[in-house]
């Protein structure tokens, strides 16, 4: 799987837009960009994800560039319940053997959003 | 939809018992599930991909004989840590997927303690 870069941490003033940056400048055409948030002492949260095209689903939008080496997550209006830590993970769709499309997580990036 | 359970939620044991946790799919069949363990102020680390009637795949360094993978059913797999000692106390997630390549749901997680 492609390497990410995120940045470490980011703060949000509730009711504004998060923006969460992604660097995944090895990925192949084939692999996916997916986004995953986990509340502290919970288990990882499903966001979205996409492949070419920006994508958007009741949680947040996608934005992936044109050469497709970085994306960015939005989530449009965040909650003091959006505070948490947010992945972004490359995966390959069909890596064939044993791999089963699993996963590999980063340290991700601690989105606070304060009052 | 996509659900994913877990029982226990937390459990503590003496050290040198065997512990076994369960991961359920409640509103869909999965092919194939994931055992993950995540340290406190660390990352979620991939330790198996278990396959509907076959044996696990263990990542490196994962030992198999300790860790016990069984996936009996299309909605159940389970996670037995064997002669569990102090330094196995973690938190351990699953993860299941309609089809191998498909997008993850995870569960709430499993707080393990071993005294």
């Known amino acids: 799987d492609a390497k990410t870069t995120q940045p470490p941490s980011m703060d949000c003033a509730e009711g504004r837009a998060a923006n969460l940056p992604c660097n995944h400048s090895?990925?192949?055409?084939?692999?996916?960009v997916y986004w995953y948030r986990q509340i502290h002492s919970q288990g990882p949260q499903y966001i979205i994800h996409g492949l070419k095209n920006n994508e958007t689903n009741e949680m947040a939008s996608l934005i992936i560039t044109e050469d497709r080496k970085s994306s960015t997550l939005i989530l449009p209006h965040a909650t003091l319940r959006d505070t948490a830590v947010y992945y972004c993970?490359?995966?390959?769709?069909?890596?064939?053997?044993?791999?089963?499309?699993?996963?590999?997580f980063g340290q991700g990036t601690i989105l606070t959003v304060h009052p | 939809g996509a659900v994913v359970s877990q029982h226990p939620s937390r459990v503590i044991c003496k050290s040198g018992t065997s512990v076994k946790i369960e991961c359920r799919s409640l509103?869909?069949?999965?092919?194939?599930m994931f055992w993950y363990r995540q340290f406190p102020k660390q990352s979620l680390m991939l330790m198996a991909t278990?396959?509907?009637?076959?044996?696990?795949?263990?990542e490196q360094g994962v030992e198999k004989d300790k860790f016990l993978i069984n996936h009996a059913s299309l909605t159940l797999s389970t996670l037995t840590v064997t002669s569990a000692h102090p330094e196995d106390s973690s938190f351990y997630i699953c993860?299941?997927?309609?089809?191998?390549?498909?997008?993850?749901?995870f569960g709430p997680g499993t707080r393990l303690l071993v005294l």
């Open positions: 509103d869909f069949q999965a092919t194939t």
């Open positions: 993860s299941a997927t309609p089809g191998p390549y498909e997008t993850q749901y």
């Open positions: 278990s396959n509907e009637g076959s044996k696990a795949t263990y």
């Open positions: 090895t990925i192949s055409g084939n692999e996916y």
């Open positions: 993970i490359v995966r390959v769709p069909n890596a064939g053997g044993t791999s089963y499309g699993k996963l590999t």
